[in-house]
């Protein structure tokens, strides 16, 4: 068994310490989620595990053979390299004729004429039939177009940054090492990547170390918890869900000290427990459940007050926006489209969809940052607006945070009309009182991020926009900002893509399905997806049922018209059959999984769902194997 050894790992910025003497074991198929509020140092960290350079002291024991491939949360890509080039850029020798093939081939595809060409071409596939690289290649074509890369002539400087980062991170996954660390790896992917990125990393035969704010997917992929605080690392045991009830009882022993560390780990947990289902029903309901945790910690009546943002709220009217035949473009890409809508008092409502579909452009239009070509917006006149941008705006880097915190107001008013100060906020939103005095260039990007929430939150909003909250804030001060919109009394609509946030927090869904189609739901972002997954499926399937039999019409018409394969076709053909050989092999195991009394609920249904999913694609294959195998 391979292991991976870290000791004595430390880095420091001048006075300032990010973490001192870490010490841990990473063991052969262990997946860690590393976790640690903004700032501690989490990169830091694993920049450090792959340059030692960049920390101050580190030592690490591994087998000579030990390989670690990272996806770093700014991939570094030659921008005139193809997509292919760029993914297999290893240094292995089937990586590098698998690179020579594919270039061959798209060479051969333009000019199949040429003797030079067809001579290299049929060298290389003589080379790739001896190295037994086909199925790599097949493999990696897999990955790519799971995390939706189909352009593989494309050049990387072509793609956008999402695009990019997926392009990272199937050269990430295809390296085939003993410990891959992903920093942030569900960023710019959808449902669908997602959900098939979990299957993947839990089936990987290595180790990985990743650090993610998608909770959902943490609670899916982690064994363990390594989390980052006051200067060095705790571990722990389980998932996510493992990892709140650990930390929960931790903090139960240091009660005295961790009262509303307590609150929050056993509300997180609460909610975890509650399940998909359950977080598809009415906000009273889960409002409901709080309460009840609430009843649980009696005995504890600081703890609420500690941990609540409790900040007195202006007073909000019946009616927040009122939206009117509105109307918005750009060039001809269609934002809305003869678009009525009314937001009230209250409301909780989720802004998703496809990306560049106008989610950040309707908040704009709302906020009045933008003008429409036609239609209104009327805004109640009781509207105190709380806009939370993706880009951090009017932070003067020279200033120290809490006189920064100061110019926006002394502090605030709570509920029972208490007075909380500035530093008090800050203190809430763990800010100790080093940080306190340290100047807004010192913060690390996801400490500008919680700074700039918490000031948005001091100007006592009565209506939030927020957009994309989740990006660049960690975990625990994610937990905080839900826990405060599940007490806040006045209206809420959050644009995002981050699926644990949207079922806790909105009540209804907003999607943007692009050219100013609007689609409202009901459901919890999850149901949604899962329903929406299902739906495209189904219409996938019934698309190619309708080709295949148009195929077997026109076979039927024309019987003698196809005499042979194509060169194309019989490489295709070639290929099928161990595809369809490793998917009954796949699909033997997923079975006997399904039979095994030992395996618990969530794991037969996701056995199910995989065992439905390479039946159906089996069954394709099969179809087109024997279309072709008739003109062998």
Known sequence: MKTLNISNASKSFGEKTLFTDVTFTINEGDRIGLLGLNGTGKTTLLDGIVNTSDLNTINIEKPKDYKISYLEQQPKLDAESTVIDSVFNGSGEVFQLIRQYENALAKFNENSTDAKLQDEFFKLQEKMNAAEAWQMESDVKSILNKLGITELDKKIGELSGGQQRRVALAQTLISDADLLILDEPTNHLDYEAIDWLQSYLSKYKGSVLFVTHDRYFLNEVATRIFELENRNVTEYDGNYEKYLQQKADNEDI???????????????????????????????????????????????????KEMSID???????????DIKDANLAFKDHVILKDFSYLVSRGDRIGITGANGSGKTTFLNAIADQLPLDSGEIKTGQTVRLGYYTQHTRNMDPDKRVIRYLESIGQGVKNNDGSHMSASQMLDTFKFDHQMQGAFIRELSGGEKRRLYLLAILMDQPNVLLLDEPTNNLDIETLTILENYLDSFKGTVLAVSHDRYFLDKVAAKLLIFEGQGEIEESYDSYSNYLQKATAAKQAKHHAVQEQKHEETKQKAAEKPDVKKKLTYA????????????????????????????PENGYEKLMDCQRQLDEKTKESDELMDRWEYLGQFI
Do not use: C
């Open 254 to 304: 240091l009660a005295s000290e961790q009262h509303h560390k307590t609150q929050l780990y056993k509300q997180e947990l609460k909610w975890m427990r509650a399940g998909v289902k359950a977080r598809g029903t009415k906000q009273q309901a889960r409002k409901d459940r709080f309460n009840d945790l609430k009843e649980d910690l009696q005995d504890k009546p600081d703890v609420q």
């Open 311 to 321: 900040i007195a709220q202006q007073r909000l009217g019946n009616d927040v926006f």
């Open 569 to 596: 076709e019989q490489m295709e053909f070639n290929k099928l059959e161990p595809k369809i050989e490793k998917l009954d092999d796949e699909m033997a195991q997923l079975k006997k999984e399904l039979n095994d």
